[in-house]
């Protein structure tokens, strides 16, 4: 079977990973003038002669781009043409080939792949997490100090690699003991220990992938401020709450001063209060980016203790909020 990876990320990567599977794959016509990549592309995946084929198509973020249809250079004007199918059209259907779509928005899964097909990439397990740890680290270490480290960075991949990486360079002076001592220590060395990706050197991620889980994230907080800036009000609002069973109500906007003799009858009017339309809107891309998972009553939230140091640390840096440690 063919595996065949695209990334995804932009139409400008998208393109590239095609180019590159084109010339490796020998694909007859790559090399013809104002040659349609997409199609050729379509054209050998269709060919059932070729073999049976898994297309992965990695990070796709932002990739309403696959719903639009590509330009191709001209060079008889000098400029570029629009071909009239999209680019997710181009993949075809056919019962010798399959199709895996990666992407950390439920919203932008949703416009790419019929819900009935969507698999949802839970948390880690405990067990898993231990592993992952014990793999990154090369080396036997007490077990119970490795599951409090897995439980500190919240089961997180990327955050285990980092810290693994980090104590594994600096051994011995470095152990899993100290790490986590400088990790509870403040938030500023917190931030300080997971903004630091140069100690990870992985060949296997994409080169424009961040090895830092917290610089991954702020990446994701601009385009939220970016695409949808009222979002950011309820992150940062949640990030400096308990993480665990945030009210809904304290994200209600339209809170007023309290001075006037109605202020209990406000408050009670605004505790009772539906969520607005946009506040709903806000929450469910929170939600879709994994920043924040809703509890089964619907009414409350939960947030991971790493995911408001990144937050905090983002507010610091584009905003000026002074947070204390």
């Known amino acids: 079977m063919w595996v065949l990876w695209i990334h995804a990320s932009s139409p400008e990567r998208f393109e590239e990973s095609l180019r590159t ?11 013809i003038p104002n040659a349609n990549i997409l199609q050729l592309f379509c054209d050998r995946l269709r060919d059932p002669e070729k073999g049976k084929w898994l297309l992965v198509s990695d990070n796709a973020d932002d990739a309403d781009f696959l719903l639009e249809p590509p330009t191709i250079a001209s060079t008889q004007t000098g400029g570029s043409s629009i071909s009239g199918r999209p680019r997710i059209k181009y993949w075809p259907m056919c019962t010798h080939g399959s199709i895996i779509i990666t992407s950390r928005m439920r919203n932008m899964i949703g416009k790419l792949v019929d819900s009935r097909d969507v ?4 948390p880690m397990l405990e067990y898993h997490a ?3 740890l014990k793999k990154r680290l090369g080396e036997r270490e007490d077990e119970t100090t490795q599951k409090k480290l897995t439980i500190a960075l919240d089961y997180m991949p990327l955050a285990m690699a980092q810290a693994a990486a980090y104590i594994k360079k600096r051994k011995p002076m470095c152990s899993i003991e100290s790490y986590l001592v400088e990790l509870e220590k403040s938030r500023a060395e917190r931030s300080r220990l997971l903004s630091t990706e140069h100690d990870m050197e992985d060949f296997r991620r994409d080169r424009e992938s961040k090895n830092s889980i917290l610089l991954t994230w702020q990446i994701s907080f601009e385009h939220i401020h970016r695409t949808q800036h009222s979002a ?3 992150l940062s609002m949640m990030s ?3 993480n665990q069973n945030i009210p809904q109500v304290l994200l209600q906007r339209g809170q007023k001063s309290c001075d006037t003799a109605d202020c209990t009858e406000y408050r009670e009017k605004l505790w009772n209060a539906s969520p607005g339309a946009d506040l709903i809107a806000d929450i469910i891309m929170l939600r879709d980016y ?3 998972s809703a509890a089964p009553d619907g009414e409350s939230y939960e947030m991971h203790r790493l995911v408001q140091s990144a ?3 983002w507010l610091e840096i584009n905003d ?3 947070v204390s440690a």
Request: glycine share 10%.
């Open 21 to 31: 599977l084109a010339y490796g794959n020998v694909i007859q016509g790559r090399d």
């Open 232 to 234: 950011a009000e309820p």
């Open 240 to 242: 400096f709450y308990d």
């Open 320 to 322: 000026g909020y002074q």
């Open 290 to 292: 994994t920043f924040i």
């Open 119 to 122: 698999l949802v990439v839970e």
């Open 130 to 132: 231990l592993e992952l």
């Open 311 to 313: 937050v905090q640390q």
